[in-house]
C-alpha cells in the first residue's frame, strides 16, 4: 500500500472512529482494520466498521478487540451494532461457517465469557466475512457485516502495542 493511500485509509478511519479514537495513538492501518492505542487507560485495540448500509442506523456501528494488559485482558471482543436491539433478542455472530451466540443490550454485544472471545478472534484470524445479526425494538431483522482483510495484523498490532506499554 502506498503511503498517500495508507494516509487517505487513516483520514477516513479517523473520521468515522472519531469518538474511539480521539487523542489516541495510531498503530496503523492494516486493510479494512486499524489498530490503536490509549496511553490514558491504558488499553489497545483493532477496529473496524461494517460494509456500508442504505438503512437507517441507529447507531455508528464498528468492531473492536481489545487489550488491557495491566488487567491481564487481551483479545476482548466489543461490537457495537448499527440498530438499538430488542430486549432479548438474540444476538449471532457468524465468522465463515462458524456461529457465536452473543450477550449484549442496546446497541452493544460482547461474546459470552473469556473462552467465546478466544473462539471468536482464532476465527476472524481464519476467516474472510464475519457477519452479526439481530432483531432491532421495531421487529426487524438486521445484520451489519464486516471484511476480515487486516484484521489478524490489527489484532496483532494492538496486541504488541500494549506490551510496550
Sequence with gaps: MTNRLALSLFAALSATFA???L?????????????FRDPNVPRCYAIAKPEPSKLARDYEPFATIGTWSKRQIRGQVHIRLS????????ITLIINAKRFSLTGGGGDAWARDKAMDAAIVAAMRSGSRMTVNA?????RRFSDTYNLSGA???MDAATVGCARS
Design 135 to 139: 432483531v432491532d425494538k421495531g421487529g
Design 19 to 21: 469518538a474511539p479514537i
Design 83 to 90: 440498530r438499538e436491539i430488542a430486549g432479548r433478542s438474540a
Design 23 to 35: 487523542a489516541k495513538d495510531s498503530l496503523g492501518v492494516f486493510s479494512s482494520w486499524a489498530a
Design 152 to 154: 489478524a495484523t490489527a
